[in-house]
């Protein structure tokens, strides 16, 4: 991984999900991070928080806009890998696998969609949780029913910043598992929201989808990326060019 915009990310996808295969078959515990413009943007303004996502295993960039404007600044080609499309690529893999968080209808419809789609579904597991603040959970016993799964991907689903607080918090607890903060990942999946057709060389705009989802949610979150987005750029230009000097 390499560090744009403050956040270690990797835009090499094949070596990412390497380094999540690698850490499964390792038995190794930590969690994956799925850096989208509301997690860059709170990550600016939160130390703590920035320090959370520099510790997981490994970070993907959920953003093409991001992708294409790490890439403009260090001259790389770029692109992102969102977070449906991790989770569309080790939902149906051979894994023992534990959805945390989602409710029960939107799981039930995803073990649905992998039996119409022809896999076995009987490795993967479902744990709602009850709403509660970051800092409400129980994670000693949150951590007490996975370590008796033994699942091998946690996929954890709390919309971000809260499900990478969690992450971290949950980590001590659990035994060998990986955690995957995946926000909306579920409803693309089972097609509650709909993946845009469209897109202008990389920019992808699954953003335009979660507008119309949650509109009100996401407008709060989109237009403090936008205001920040000229201090970013001079802020990795100037980053660059001290280590270039270096």
Request: aromatic share 10%.
């Amino acid at each position: 991984m390499q560090k744009y915009f403050k956040i270690l990310l990797e835009f090499d996808h094949k070596l990412l999900k390497n380094s999540i295969e690698e850490a499964i078959r390792n038995k190794q515990k930590g969690y994956v991070c799925v850096v989208d413009a509301n997690v860059l943007t709170v990550a600016q303004k939160n130390e703590h928080f920035l320090s959370i996502l520099n510790h997981s295993l490994v970070n993907t960039c959920d953003g093409s806009s991001i992708a294409t404007l790490a890439g403009i600044i260090h001259k790389k080609h770029l692109s992102a890998l969102n977070g449906p499309q991790i989770f569309n690529y080790f939902i149906e893999k051979n894994y023992s696998q534990l959805l945390l968080g989602s409710n029960e209808e939107t799981s039930n419809k995803i073990k649905e969609k992998l039996r119409s789609k022809g896999f076995d579904d009987t490795n993967l597991h479902i744990l709602p949780l009850p709403f509660n603040d970051v800092e409400g959970f129980d994670y000693a016993g949150i951590a007490a029913i996975t370590n008796e799964l033994k699942p091998q991907i946690i996929w954890v689903s709390l919309g971000a910043p809260k499900q990478e607080i969690f992450m971290s918090k949950l980590l001590p607890y659990i035994d060998s598992s990986v955690m995957i903060g995946i926000g909306a990942a579920f409803d693309f999946y089972i097609g509650k929201i709909a993946l845009p057709k469209f897109r202008i060389g990389p920019l992808k705009f699954i953003w335009i989808s979660r507008v119309l989802s949650e509109p009100s949610k996401q407008i709060s979150r989109i237009i403090p990326y936008i205001k920040i987005l000229p201090s970013l750029y001079l802020q990795e230009k100037k980053w660059v060019r001290l280590n270039n000097q270096n």
